[in-house]
């Protein structure tokens, strides 16, 4: 084939100029690191991480909730997969998700607790309960019908409510959008983690099951 | 100091095989694979090169990025893959129509 011929090479000097460029870049410009580290007392954590994620660059991760509701709200208008074959667990599947599922979540919890001082935070965790959730889902478990409508829908928006709601209390009492004052930024900060957390794992979840649920029952 | 280097460079041909594997296979699953590997190449640059310098702590910034990436690139996953289905259901076949060859 004629377009074949010419693959290989051109995708060996674009990894080279890559490597290149990735080996020739100049040592970085020391301003933002020593900046974050000045300032890390006001963030109010101690990891420099989710400092960066919740306070400095907190408008990157508001948007960010949005594009995972807004791909979730995309799984969901294109329908789903009416004929998706459900098969029952196998016995050690059973066995094995009554017994991680409990694990998940209390180390889900963990991690977004210990995520103002170490490795750790509200995407790690919520993850994990996505995962929580994904295991769920493989053994045949669906959210009931009560459930499925008001209570799982306000789960998914109450992260970016939360961080939203957060910001605009900050802008009407007199300060800047998302710009924590000092004394409660870690208060807040765990708060918005927290329902970013719950919302994290359900939004991956609902994705996993590819349609709107409780619309099967009916 | 050198195997930060060694990492972004494994980073660069990750993304260089994913785009291999998107270029030359019709499958889209095949595809959709090809580009997760490939944005694991980057987050694997972003996040060797935030600590080459070895004086100063990493830089926590690229680390968010990846952080928010990964989970963006799971969710972007989860469409890909319902966008597939749909057009497996649609045309029978899991590869888009291919108009000069067919």
Redesign the interface.
Known sequence: MER?RW?LPL?LM??LG??YT??S?P??V?G???M??DNMEVAGVSN??T???LNF?GY??LL?MG??LV??L??WS????PDYRESSPGLVLDIMSRQLVPVLILVAGYLLWVGADAPG?A??A??LLGAAGVLLLLCGWRIGNRCSGLPLRFLLILGLGMFVVAGTGLLLIGGEFLQYPSPVARELILMIEAAATLS?GA??AA??L?SLPGGADK | MSYVYLYALLGVSLFVLGLNALIVHAHLLRKILAVNVMSTGVFLVLVALSSRNEEVLPDPVPHAMVITGIVVSVSATALALILMLKVNRATGKNELPDRGRD
């Open positions: 074949s693959l995708l674009l990894c890559l490597g990735v080996l870049m040592e970085p020391e933002l690191p020593e974050l580290v420099p991480v400092a960066v994620l660059r990157d991760t960010e594009v995972l791909a979730l995309g799984v294109l329908g789903g997969i935070g995407f790690q919520g993850s994290i939004t991956l994705m996993f590819g």
